[in-house]
């Protein structure tokens, strides 16, 4: 398992390497909602597709408030943990306790809001019960969008940027596959295509755990990186 000293070599070869993998990877997981409209406007309603364009900017929202707050904590959880600082590995350990309270609050407050805010956008009524089942699901599924974002936060933060892009390139696979499932076989709409998004993005998150399991215990059985550089 290799990590990326980012602190040596060509600067510009340096940033371009792990900044393209990130620009791919943040725009592969900006189109969960593009590929969720595909499906449903090939085989649904138009008022289901309306829907999912109108709720499309409250997600765009929610993803921005999700990787805002997760990039910094937990790198600096990472850079405690690497230094031996007891004492600062329990604050950072408190910060990912508040990040999961956070996770917890912004689900509850995308639950009470949506709807306000899906009228306040005049979304035509008969789109409305589309654009509720949508969200109403899309907001239970913030906890895998903030702990994925959490988990690649940590492994960037080692100097890996190209392991988050596989971890979203195989969530976009499964999206797809159960878009085509959920929506195309069982005409399952507006709930078939926010049901194969939070999945993908539960898997993704799933895979990062395990990745950045196999990291940790990389790491700590390698005495010969101790004073490897984590800042980026």
Known sequence: MKLNNLTSGNITRQLVGFSFPLFLANLLQSVYEMID??????????AALAAISSSAMICFVLNAVCMGV???????????????????????????FSFSALAAALTMISLFLYRPILYMMWVPPEAMRYACEYMNIMSIGVFFVFGYNA??????????????????????????????????????????????????????????????KNVILFLISSPGISGYPLRC
């Open 37 to 46: 409209m595909f499906f449903v406007g090939q085989f649904t309603s138009s």
């Open 70 to 96: 997760t990039m910094g904590g937990s790198v600096v959880a990472v850079q405690f943990k690497r230094a031996g600082d007891e004492e600062g590995q329990k604050r950072a350990v408190g910060t990912l």
């Open 151 to 212: 988990v690649c936060a940590i492994v960037r933060g080692l100097g890996d940027a190209k392991s988050p892009l596989l971890f979203v390139a195989a969530a976009s696979v499964i999206n797809i596959i159960l878009d085509a499932l959920l929506v195309g076989s069982f005409k399952l709409a507006t709930q078939g295509a926010v049901s194969a998004t939070v999945i993908a993005q539960g898997s993704a998150f799933i895979i990062a755990v395990i990745y950045l």
